[in-house]
């Protein structure tokens, strides 16, 4: 079985400063592999995806994720942290050419200081 | 396209009332989700149809839970009689494909008394 796991639940950073969130997953094939951003009291909000090809995907609102079949990873990075990107981020993880659906990590919330 | 459309927004009831959640996919999509979101169990994959036919109910938690898609465009989700553990945030999300990007509706929060 497919899973997922944010090992950040809670990541507190510097407006202006660098971010990265974890995402490890477990799946024995080539994953889709999402992340999505929820604001508070809000649905959730797709950042960026990947399926294939270049490893390096770029999302919106200046995110990019590295996919690395070495490590499992795919960890979420922007160069530099607004205060409106505060919210919670959900890595997600699909199998492909199966009939499975997306398995959810459990997020990580984001807080953004002045 | 207005994007995945729920209602209510909000929902308080008492425990033993009848509750039913609504949910609009994106025109043309032919798979529709109903997840549930809480803080100790995330966010859950309830059941999910293709072409308005259910194909995978195994995480509907009992059988209080119904879910329903009469036709492509409309699809509900019913718990009957609702207890207050059911309280929690319920979203639909839609996608022309099952393994393609699912858009999420805005959810619905639901309060049970």
């Known amino acids: 079985a497919q899973s997922v796991t944010q090992p950040d639940i809670h990541i507190t950073v510097s407006e202006g400063a660098s971010l990265e969130l974890r995402c490890n997953y477990s799946y024995g094939a080539t994953p889709y592999l999402f992340w999505y951003v929820q604001s508070p009291g809000q649905g959730l909000q797709l950042l960026l995806k990947?399926?294939?090809?270049?490893?390096l995907v770029q999302g919106i609102k200046g995110f990019e994720a590295e996919f690395k079949r070495s490590q499992s990873s795919f960890n979420l990075r922007k160069p530099s942290v607004h205060w409106s990107d505060a919210a919670e981020y959900f890595c997600a993880v699909g199998a492909a050419g199966s009939a499975r659906q997306l398995t959810f990590g459990s997020g990580t919330q984001l807080t953004v200081l002045p | 396209d207005a994007g995945v459309i729920q209602s209510p927004r909000h929902e308080v009831t008492e425990m033993g009332q009848e509750v039913t959640l609504r949910c609009k996919p994106i025109?043309?999509?032919?798979?529709l989700f109903w997840y549930r979101q809480t803080m100790m169990r995330g966010l859950e994959l309830l059941i999910y149809f293709n072409n308005n036919v259910p194909i995978d109910d195994s995480g509907m938690p009992e059988d209080r839970f119904s879910a329903k898609m009469p036709n492509a465009s409309f699809s509900t989700l019913k718990i009957q009689p609702s207890e207050p553990r059911d309280s929690a945030v319920y979203f639909c999300?839609?996608?022309?494909?099952?393994?393609?990007?699912?858009?999420f509706g805005p959810g619905t929060r639901l309060l049970v008394l």
């Open positions: 990947y399926f294939s090809g270049d490893t």
């Open positions: 999300a839609s996608s022309p494909g099952l393994q393609e990007t699912q858009y």
């Open positions: 025109s043309g999509h032919d798979y």
